[in-house]
């Protein structure tokens, strides 16, 4: 008897060890749900650096000035490269280099080189160390990334502390323009959704929405900006829903929903917005969903019937019509047989662009001061179309409302339907 | 109403989630936290057979359950090499959740699969004010009939009677000839099958990512910790306990139901150490 109960008090306290040690590993995990636009195609491989040629004549649209030959830049790409957002690291690398190649790796006189960290996505001082790392040892002068928005502030006090500039590439907080030493591509969370309320006021008519999101700043912010949009039209928002971090079951908040809305504008990681929408589907609900970011590739290849018609906005989309995308796309699927770019592959080009555009314009200035100054209110041709910086860091460009369909290929696209300018 | 079947929906899939943990730990005082981590190979195998090859569902799941108990028999042996030492067994748990995290990444990419679509567990079915879905009904079906298996197996087979024999006193089973070793083979094999069903059938809902060794032993603890361990019945009660809970909380109060389970976890261990229906002393 004795021993059982001994037993019994030892696998008690096991479980409770157990349960901590895993609590707070879930904890740390649940933390990297905040995700900006999580975009997801298939793993980019290599770098695209024999499409560099082809591209080359939709290069940076900033007049490349001769400048004297200065010092080698470094620029620190600073992405996930493990764990369960592994993608994005080499998405954005391809991107990235591809920009660098189309200018031969050299802006401004200075000879432009690439080194990467890893973004622990469930460890933002982990991150931070790195970040310090590639800073203080490798000499990084600018930084591409992070992709996170909790290792953007995590990391944000040091980089301004350094006067380090951080160029976003899926976006970011407010907060990190303006004092901080961020560029916020391609525009500031709180107002990158916006156009999707206007659309769905001024376009569709609708009187009356709820909402879906995620209950994190990324989630708030977009969902703000579609309501105070949707708000100022003349609509109003009956009901919002914050799917707290780690929730695994989506059922309720199909059931919840307010069916006397006109529609549900909704943003959640595309695994998420995939669980949710079958649960939505499942029980028959009609109303129409207006989802920001679209649903992503692969989750979208996989569950695309499930949300033909439907409306959405994207920040970039493979199809947009601009000469800079077409350039783009056509020498990344070159590079890699035949695929099609996603959104970080995209933006991390674009990004890249921005940057060798910026160095051009100042001579090679890489300080924060000198690229804002080189950067505001210049004219950016870029892969989706006509965009600009404001002074405090913060991209200003378009949006474009899509509408899902199924091409004649069978594949499932997002196709454009209206364009919204000056976004930001 | 509608409130109460999510609760009961949930819990279904908390059940199979938690039952082959359960069954491991008291069965044979392993605590393989590796559980979630055979649920998604589990999960994974389903969506490998049953999705991207076109097999019909259930062949899909089989096929889940029959690659996750070969999983158990190389876990088993892996755990051999650390008898009745807890602080081992939990670091090599969770070397093993990294090695098929990274695995599972490696053959089918980071990005999470999403719920599995099945043509004829699509819909819901109405019964009066309530809806649920059919795929949810498909989990309580397999549920129930898991639960009813292990019932079964543990209370009235002379398996069952060995085990809980073993559990209680090794020595005395082994002094009447009784080879345990090869019980607790079975017992593995048998919690990562289930474990692997789980994964197969939880995928309509939950799909499959990398992600999910972490998430879904945090779900497998909380009921075992609620549940108690060694006892079927327990774990029933724990998962629905939780289920409807969880989904009461989120209708009441969404902002505080996050912490409402672990809260549940905690007044558990404080109050009543060996679950709700664990095996008292």
Known sequence: MTSRKVRQRRIG???STAAVVSLTAACATSATDSAPAASSAPAATAAASSAASAASSAAASGSAQACAPGDDLTVGLLTPMTGFAANYGPEAAAGLQQALDEAGSTAGGRKITVITADEDVTDPSQTL???????ESDGADVIVGPIFGSTQQAVAAYLKQQNVPMFTMLGGGENLAGEGTGFLWPAADNRTAAPLGTYAAEDLGYKKIATLAPDYAYGHDA???ITKAFEAAGGTVAQQQWVPLGTTDMLQYATKLDQSVDALAMWLVPSDAAAFIKEYRNLGIKVPLLLFQGIFDPTYQEMGDQVQGEIGLNEYNHLLDNPANAAFTEAYAAANDGAIPNQTTAFAYQVGRNIVTALDADCGDATTQGLRTALADLPLDTVIGAAHYNADGMA??????????KGADGRYEWEPVKTYENVG | MQVIANGLAL?????????????????????????GAVYMAGAYVTWTFGMLMGWPFPLAVGMAAVACAVLGLVFERLFRLVPRSPNEQILLSFGLIYI???VAQWIWGPVAKPPFDVSWL?????????AIPVGR????????????????????TRIGAIVRAGMDDATMTRALGINLNLVVVAVFVLGSAVAGIAGGVGGLVLGASSDQPMQILLLALIVVVVGGVGSVSGTIVAALLIGLLDSVSRFLFPDMAVVVLYALMVAVLVIRPTGISGRAS
Request: proline share 0%.
């Open chain 1, 13 to 15: 306290a096991i479980i």
């Open chain 1, 129 to 135: 160390e790195r970040l310090k790392q590639m800073v």
């Open chain 1, 223 to 225: 969902i703000d900006g």
């Open chain 1, 396 to 405: 200003v460009s378009n949006r474009v409302v899509v509408k899902a369909t």
């Open chain 2, 11 to 35: 819990g279904a899939v908390l059940f199979l989630i938690g039952s082959g943990l359960a069954l491991l730990l008291g069965a044979v005082g392993v605590l393989n936290l590796a559980h």
């Open chain 2, 100 to 102: 098929m995290a990274n």
């Open chain 2, 122 to 130: 699509a819909g819901s079915v109405q019964l009066g004010v309530v």
């Open chain 2, 137 to 156: 009904l498909a989990i309580a079906v397999v549920g129930f009939g898991i639960a009813v298996l292990l019932w079964y197996v543990q209370d009235k």
